[in-house]
């Protein structure tokens, strides 16, 4: 018996293999039941002689909701690697609990999650193609295995290259792909079985923006057509922010905080948290104000406000609002309005001029209306009335980034 070795795949597979069955290797029809779901899961490493053992997930709880997109975040050696190889069983749990789909595969054998992975697709940070393949070939390489038949696997794997627009590369070789094909082949193959769970480790940190975007469209739509649960592995924050809905924040091998993604990025409660979504949800004060900003009112100085804009709000008009209510211009220093999990969320650093009053008016007012805002400090007026224009109408400037 021949037996195939390849690096995309979890196992050895034999050529002989029964073809595929995807009625008993996980029972996907209860909605109510998480895709995937950890309690209390450890994973230590033995010690080496002379080294202490080393624990690379402590206590991680974490719910895939079936359908959902799911991101988990953290910096280099927080242990997202070894999370996700904890769900497709590459790895076993040292302590805690493993569930897919309600049945608890914690201990299962490796003859069980044979049957188990063939539900489970992966993605792979560098695509792990076969060279000597073609395109048809690499996607159509798991159902050859399985033992599909050649009618069947010709039908699924058109379709496959059609859903990732690859139609007009089958004949091609990965040589004469660009990355962003090259991880449509990916993921082509990892849809060739069917599966019930994507996971996504690093799936796009080994290409371009632009790229990036693309890819995570595709797979929003694989999502959304085909109802395939994704669970992604990624240190890339608009990663997060442009596909999941959902978002787990690891640090030291354990989860310090998890969410919707809009309520974590717009109000973090961690430390960690915090720092990641900085670039997505900060606006910088401006080095031509930073400069100036003291902590106490002068003669003449502008109160300097950072306002958020969350849900509705991101589009409302504040800074007429507040001319209208103040009866005197508002300076928009800087800001920027994002979608996040497709709802926006604005960001405006204001300068209200007059005397503390004045200021104080301006915060009663942002209260009233239900804004998010930080006291940043006060700026001298003539420095803000040099370089920032007044601003009293609902539209956007030419200093505001929309993106």
């Known amino acids: 018996m ?10 050895p597979f034999s050529a002989s293999a029964e073809p595929i069955d995807r009625t008993d290797a996980l029972p996907v029809q209860d909605v109510d039941v998480p895709a995937v779901r950890l309690h209390e899961v450890g994973k230590t490493w033995r010690a080496r002689p002379g080294q202490p053992s080393f624990s690379a997930l402590t206590d991680v709880d974490l719910e895939v909701r079936k359908g ?27 302590s805690g609990r493993i569930e897919l789909f309600g049945e608890d595969v914690t201990e299962l054998s490796e003859t069980g999650w044979r049957d188990v992975r063939r539900r489970i697709g992966m993605i792979f940070q560098h695509f792990n193609l076969l060279s000597s393949r073609t395109v048809f070939d690499n996607v159509a390489l798991p159902l050859e295995i399985a033992g599909v038949d050649r009618a069947a696997i010709r039908s699924r794997v058109e379709g496959l290259l059609e859903l990732v627009g690859l139609s007009d590369k089958a004949e091609r070789y990965p040589a004469e792909l660009s990355g962003g094909q090259k991880q449509r082949v990916g993921i082509a193959r990892a849809l060739s079985t069917e599966p019930a769970i994507l996971l996504c480790d690093e799936a796009t940190s080994a290409l371009d923006p632009e790229t990036t975007r693309s890819i995570l ?10 109802g395939v649960t994704i669970l992604v592995i990624t240190h890339e924050i608009p990663v997060i922010k442009d596909l999941c809905d959902e978002v787990a924040v690891i640090e030291n091998g354990r989860i310090v905080e998890s969410g919707s993604v809009f309520d974590v990025f717009t109000a973090p409660k961690h430390p960690t948290t915090a720092r990641f979504v900085e670039d997505v949800t900060s606006v910088d004060i401006p080095s031509y104000v930073r400069d100036r900003v003291t902590a106490e009112a002068g003669p003449e100085s502008s109160l300097l406000l950072r306002i958020r804009f969350v849900g509705e709000h991101a589009t409302s008009p504040v800074v007429s609002r507040l001319t209208t209510t103040l009866g005197a211009d508002v300076n928009i220093v800087a800001g920027k309005i994002e979608a996040i999990a497709d709802r926006p969320f604005g960001t405006l650093l204001v300068a209200v001029p007059g005397s503390p009053p004045t200021g104080d008016a301006a915060i009663a007012a942002l209260l009233t209306l239900g804004f998010r805002f930080e006291i940043l400090g006060y700026v001298p007026a003539e420095r803000i009335e040099t370089e920032c224009k007044p601003f009293g109408f609902p539209l956007v400037p030419e200093n505001v980034h929309v993106a």
């Open 68 to 94: 959902s997109i799911v991101g988990v975040i953290g910096p280099s050696g927080a242990g997202k690697s070894t999370l996700v190889r904890l769900v497709n069983g590459l790895e076993k749990a040292t």
């Open 217 to 226: 469209a595709l797979l929003k739509r694989i999502n959304r057509e085909l």
């Open 2 to 11: 021949t037996t195939l070795v390849f690096e995309g795949f979890y196992e």
